[in-house]
């Protein structure tokens, strides 16, 4: 959701009116979705023209990362898919964090309708997913149209603007969020390899290290950070996928910071009369050393009253937006759609992804959401028709990211990857237009028969 306006508390210079369109284009909530479209479009037609091989030899560049006599050598395509995006998962894990405690999860009666509502997307297209590959090569590609890739749908809400109802963004959002559990659950499960209790050991002690730090009052991010590190080693080691670190790590992460608010008051009235004393002043605050100290001081308050939590998702999230997500589309998003494509479009690994997404997503989410109405487990949010629920389980077919990552952990067959892709890559592409054309037709109330 839109970030609310600030106050202005800096003077125009000549170059704002030059940087502000950049500005406004970052805090969009689009412009994520926006990056890995390009990302997207780049790589297709990358792996699509005759300097294809230079895609796949970029991606096998040996990059070796090496510490205290020990080293990693491994491809890039293995940095940015078990390293780089185990910062996405800690996001993922961050905000899971943030839902369960003060979101839409708090509460039983508010998390009911999301959580009927991901079951059901989660559940129907893996279904139907089986349902074409029952016995067949891809039968471990299940878990591909399972998944909801929350920035493309927050992107478009966002486009749609008030066509989209607030009730309705807080729900899908959510929806997402649970779906992004599950998502973890079952790469976690049913997607890891041999375990290396050794590793598992490691993990462990990492594990008791965070949390003991948790509740010892540590609040400064580099011991985390370096806990992190070793989870993540530890993880990689185990047998489990490397990025799961990052969900785990999440969950060690405080959310609570130990503020003395009348004494956190008194610093800051005291801080913020200093200033009000240099006010006058032409001197800036690089020639005024009280000034200086003074800004240092109030930013340093400020910063410790935030909950870790809070800040190091505030602090990682352009990070994951602007860089992560889009290096790992431009990576794992390169299909080749040349050759027989009718053919490969048929082949029941991407049918069932395809379908999986496009169908197995809206009614899934649609029955489940009117299971848990009609039982009176949940209620629909104010101004939320059942149109507009099944709007939003249309744009729940949205996989992508997610859809790429499990596809890239269930095949490591080049073309059952390939055809997943496509079917990824088509089943988005249509859920999304067909979920953006029935908002966009605007929205009723909600039955009351359902509601109550």
Same mark, same amino acid.
């Not at 950070?225 to 670190?245: D, E, N, P």
């Not at 589309?329 to 053919?343: H, I």
């Not at 629909?380 to 939003?392: E, F, I, Q």
């Given at each position: 959701?839109?970030?609310?306006?600030?106050?202005?508390?800096?003077?125009?210079?000549?170059?704002?009116?030059?940087?502000?369109?950049?500005?406004?284009?970052?805090?969009?909530?689009?412009?994520?979705?926006?990056?890995?479209?390009?990302?997207?479009?780049?790589?297709?037609?990358?792996?699509?023209?005759?300097?294809?091989?230079?895609?796949?030899?970029?991606?096998?560049?040996?990059?070796?990362?090496?510490?205290?006599?020990?080293?990693?050598?491994?491809?890039?395509?293995?940095?940015?898919?078990?390293?780089?995006?185990? #910062?996405?998962?800690?996001?993922?894990?961050?905000?899971?964090?943030?839902?369960?405690?003060?979101?839409?999860?708090?509460?039983?009666?508010?998390?009911?309708?999301?959580?009927?509502?991901?079951?059901?997307?989660?559940?129907?297209?893996?279904?139907?997913?089986?349902?074409?590959?029952?016995?067949?090569?891809?039968?471990?590609?299940?878990? %591909?149209?399972?998944?909801?890739?929350?920035?493309?749908? %927050?992107? *478009?809400?966002?486009?749609?603007?008030?066509?989209?109802?607030?009730?309705?963004?807080?729900?899908?959002?959510?929806?997402?969020?649970?779906?992004? *559990?599950?998502?973890?659950?079952?790469?976690?499960?049913?997607?890891?390899?041999?375990?290396?209790?050794?590793?598992?050991?490691?993990?462990?002690?990492?594990?008791?290290? #965070?949390?003991?730090?948790?509740?010892?009052?540590?609040?400064?991010?580099?011991?985390?950070?370096?806990?992190?590190?070793?989870?993540?080693?530890?993880?990689?080691?185990?047998?489990?996928?490397?990025?799961?670190?990052?969900?785990?790590?999440?969950?060690?992460?405080?959310?609570?910071?130990?503020?003395?608010?009348?004494?956190?008051?008194?610093?800051?009235?005291?801080?913020?009369?200093?200033?009000?004393?240099?006010?006058?002043?032409?001197?800036?605050?690089?020639?005024?050393?009280?000034?200086?100290?003074?800004?240092?001081?109030?930013?340093?308050?400020?910063?410790?009253?935030?909950?870790?939590?809070?800040?190091?998702?505030?602090?990682?999230?352009?990070?994951?937006?602007?860089?992560?997500?889009?290096?790992?589309?431009?990576?794992?998003?390169?299909?080749?759609?040349?050759?027989?494509?009718?053919?490969?479009?048929?082949?029941?690994?991407?049918?069932?992804?395809?379908?999986?997404?496009?169908?197995?997503?809206? *009614?899934?989410?649609?029955?489940?959401?009117?299971?848990?109405?009609?039982?009176?487990?949940?209620?629909?949010?104010?101004?939320?028709?059942?149109?507009?629920?099944?709007?939003?389980?249309?744009?729940?077919?949205?996989?992508?990211?997610?859809?790429?990552?499990?596809?890239?952990?269930?095949?490591?067959?080049?073309?059952?990857?390939?055809?997943?892709?496509?079917?990824?890559?088509?089943?988005?592409?249509?859920?999304?237009?067909?979920?953006?054309? *029935?908002?966009?037709?605007?929205?009723?109330?909600?039955?009351?028969?359902?509601?109550?």
């Amino acid at each position: 959701m839109s970030k609310p306006n600030t106050l202005k508390t800096v003077a125009d210079t000549p170059i704002r009116p030059l940087l502000r369109p950049f500005q406004e284009f970052a805090a969009r909530e689009t412009s994520g979705g926006i990056l890995l479209l390009l990302c997207t479009a780049i790589a297709l037609i990358w792996v699509n023209s005759p300097w294809a091989a230079s895609y796949a030899s970029l991606w096998h560049t040996k990059l070796a990362v090496s510490f205290a006599g020990q080293a990693m050598d491994h491809d890039l395509h293995f940095w940015v898919n078990d390293g780089l995006m185990a #910062l996405f998962f800690l996001v993922v894990g961050l905000e899971i964090k943030r839902e369960l405690l003060v979101g839409e999860l708090a509460s039983p009666r508010q998390a009911a309708l999301p959580i009927f509502g991901a079951l059901g997307g989660v559940l129907v297209p893996a279904l139907l997913y089986t349902a074409f590959n029952w016995g067949r090569p891809g039968a471990d590609g299940w878990g %591909i149209p399972m998944a909801t890739d929350i920035a493309f749908v %927050i992107g *478009i809400m966002a486009l749609l603007g008030d066509r989209v109802p607030l009730g309705l963004k807080v729900f899908l959002t959510a929806l997402a969020i649970v779906d992004d *559990i599950a998502a973890v659950l079952v790469i976690a499960v049913f997607y890891t390899a041999n375990i290396a209790w050794l590793g598992i050991a490691a993990a462990g002690v990492c594990v008791v290290s #965070l949390l003991a730090a948790n509740r010892l009052g540590v609040r400064h991010p580099l011991p985390y950070a370096l806990l992190g590190i070793a989870l993540w080693l530890a993880v990689l080691h185990s047998g489990v996928h490397a990025t799961i670190a990052g969900v785990i790590l999440a969950l060690t992460i405080p959310s609570r910071t130990y503020l003395d608010v009348p004494a956190f008051l008194h610093q800051i009235r005291t801080i913020i009369q200093r200033l009000d004393h240099c006010a006058d002043r032409e001197k800036g605050p690089l020639n005024d050393e009280e000034q200086q100290v003074a800004i240092e001081a109030l930013e340093g308050a400020c910063e410790q009253a935030q909950p870790p939590l809070f800040r190091f998702n505030e602090a990682l999230h352009p990070w994951v937006t602007f860089l992560i997500m889009p290096a790992f589309a431009f990576a794992n998003a390169g299909v080749e759609l040349g050759g027989d494509l009718a053919s490969r479009a048929a082949e029941p690994v991407t049918l069932g992804v395809a379908i999986g997404l496009l169908l197995g997503k809206p *009614i899934g989410i649609t029955l489940l959401s009117w299971l848990a109405v009609k039982s009176g487990w949940a209620s629909l949010p104010d101004g939320v028709s059942w149109t507009s629920v099944h709007g939003a389980g249309w744009l729940g077919g949205i996989g992508f990211t997610m859809s790429l990552f499990i596809g890239a952990l269930a095949f490591s067959d080049a073309e059952l990857l390939a055809r997943a892709k496509l079917g990824i890559l088509a089943g988005s592409l249509a859920a999304g237009l067909v979920g953006s054309a *029935i908002l966009l037709r605007g929205v009723g109330p909600a039955p009351v028969s359902f509601s109550k």
